[in-house]
């Protein structure tokens, strides 16, 4: 598929397409959680969102024109960078209806079918010797869309959380640390790949970058995930630190005036509702059945599910303390059955399953997690996600138009 435009160069001149909150009256964030192949329904449900944006404003809007921070870890870490990396006139790279084919063209090739006798022992000789795909091709795509361009080029502050194995602490990209911290200011090809660095399915990743005086420093990077696969806490916390640090960007806000935020958080599906494991038999596992069980890698499935499911139920309690609890929405589905819950099952049929999960998921009731249960509930007089984007669409673009007609001071 092509993209849009042609990507841009190392030396294409970055602005942020959104105007500063202080010219508004909302901090607007957009987080999308990993998920690998499952991005493919987060990317049906931006689209809506973005169509819906178009509607108001015209053909040309792009996500990036209205959220002043994008998050995204692993596959989402990979759609942030698509949404808001510019190309040759500095125009988002992709639109938010172009993702899916992106996905469906090269998630094939990202994690090749293992085809012959004996799959799942071949599969699990894999698991042990080492990770389940080698990367080339997923190196090769991001390296090719992406090119040169740095964080520092990005049309809107992005934030994507990694970790370092060697350091054994998460390293978080963020547009708002470069100007402190300008060895952040890594290529976006760089990061992407490493976000995406899933443990048990690719191999971890090194680069390195230098600083502000000329120093390389080392990253030894793997998968987001690990710190934080759900990244909206993690985005809503770099916002709040430039509230405290005083940016003036962002005063008069106050650190805790959550009615001040437009929280969209976006995630790739579970299988929670199938209940797949057991006390009776996790507690006859040992380290492999740990990472390989009946093609399943338990381990990143409860850690995945557990750090993202604390975010969601941490957040929802804020907003509705402090009131704001129509200003956060988080659109999920725990619902999802055998291959469909799968990171890396990229067969034709059940990428297309994913876009039709996606496509249902958007008339589905907003719901938000019951932590007692670990499912999600309908939330009364809500109505559906699809009725929820277009009420958030209004919020955005009234925002945008606000924010255009007053004058900097």
């Not at 994008?70 to 942030?80: E, Q």
């Not at 040169?148 to 602490?169: H, S």
């Not at 007692?372 to 009364?380: A, R």
Request: charged share 25%; aromatic share 8%.
């Amino acid at each position: 598929m092509e993209n849009e435009t042609s990507s841009s160069s190392s030396n294409v001149k970055s602005y942020l397409s959104i105007k500063p909150p202080i010219r508004g009256d909302l901090i607007a964030i957009l987080s999308i959680d990993g998920g690998g192949i499952r991005g493919i329904i987060s990317a049906v449900i931006l689209a809506y969102l973005e169509s819906q944006l178009q509607e108001l404003d015209g053909e040309d809007a792009r996500l990036a024109d209205y959220f002043d921070v994008i998050a995204g870890t692993s596959t989402g870490g990979l759609i942030t960078a698509m949404l808001t990396a510019p190309n040759e006139q500095n125009r988002p790279l992709y639109t938010a209806k172009n993702i899916v084919p992106f996905y469906k063209q090269n998630g094939p090739k990202i994690f090749p079918e293992t085809k012959g006798p004996l799959v799942s022992v071949r599969n699990l000789t894999k698991a042990l010797m080492g990770s389940k795909y080698d990367g080339k091709y997923l190196h090769k795509v991001i390296k090719e869309n992406l090119k040169d361009a740095t964080l520092r080029q990005t049309l809107t502050n992005v934030v994507i959380p990694t970790f370092d194995i060697k350091k054994l602490q998460p390293t978080l990209f963020s547009s708002f640390q470069v100007q402190s911290r300008p060895v952040l200011d890594a290529k976006l090809a760089d990061i992407c790949i490493a976000t995406s660095a899933a443990p048990t399915y690719f191999p971890a990743y090194y680069f390195q970058n230098a600083d502000e005086h000329g120093k390389m420093h080392d990253f030894n990077l793997i998968d987001g995930g690990v710190a934080a696969n759900n990244p909206t806490l993690v985005a809503i916390g770099e916002v709040t630190k430039q509230i405290t640090k005083k940016n003036p960007d962002f005063l008069p806000i106050k650190p805790l005036d959550y009615g001040r935020f437009l929280v969209i958080s976006i995630g790739t599906g579970s299988k929670k509702s199938e209940q797949k494991y057991t006390a009776k038999m996790a507690c006859k596992w040992g380290i492999i059945s740990w990472l390989y069980e009946h093609g399943s890698t338990p381990l990143i499935d409860c850690y995945g599910q557990a750090l993202g499911d604390m975010v969601d139920y941490h957040i929802s309690n804020v907003f509705q303390a402090l009131h704001s609890e129509d200003n956060y929405l988080r659109i999920d589905d725990d619902t999802l059955q055998g291959t469909l819950a799968s990171m890396d099952s990229t067969t034709k049929e059940n990428m297309e399953n994913l876009v039709n999960v996606g496509q249902e998921l958007l008339k589905k009731p907003v719901s938000r997690i019951n932590l007692e249960t670990g499912l999600y509930e309908q939330v009364e007089n809500a109505g559906t996600n699809e009725d929820a984007l277009k009420r958030f669409a209004k919020m955005l673009s009234d925002e945008r138009k606000l924010r255009d007609s007053n004058r900097q001071e």
